[in-house]
């Protein structure tokens, strides 16, 4: 069975920096997308960024761009988040997921059919 893990979620305070990691079991990431979304509670899960495996190549919304950066570690086979300058607003539970390459938009959840349990991330002020 496929399962995803998140780890490094914590209390930090405004400015601070945190590195939330994405480990697979059952499966490698080779063929896949790895996204970051994340969600405060009564709100729709909203992407952070996503990771083409083999291209290596990322991208971000709007409003981490420049502040967070999704890496990948071909040997552990994880996928990092890097958050800096963190914002009392990016308080939220963060998921990692994967999806098949041939994912039509990987903005949006529907792409991915492997979620993390989320990990808390709580920024204060």
């Known amino acids: 069975q496929v399962q995803l893990a998140e780890s490094g979620g914590g209390l930090v305070q405004a400015g601070a920096s945190l590195r939330l990691s994405c480990a697979a079991s059952?499966?490698?990431?080779?063929?896949?997308?790895v996204g970051w979304f994340r969600q405060v509670p009564g709100q729709d899960r909203e992407i952070v960024g996503f990771?083409?495996?083999?291209?290596?190549?990322?991208y971000y919304a709007d409003s981490v761009k420049g502040r967070f950066t999704i890496s990948r570690d071909n040997v552990r086979n994880t996928v990092s988040l890097q958050m800096n300058s963190l914002k009392p607003e990016d308080t939220a539970v963060y998921y990692c997921a994967a999806g098949p390459v041939y994912g039509r938009n990987f903005y949006q959840e529907n792409s991915y059919d492997t979620w993390g349990q989320g990990t808390q991330v709580t920024v204060s002020s």
């Open positions: 059952g499966r490698t990431f080779t063929s896949a997308v």
């Open positions: 990771i083409w495996w083999i291209a290596g190549t990322s």
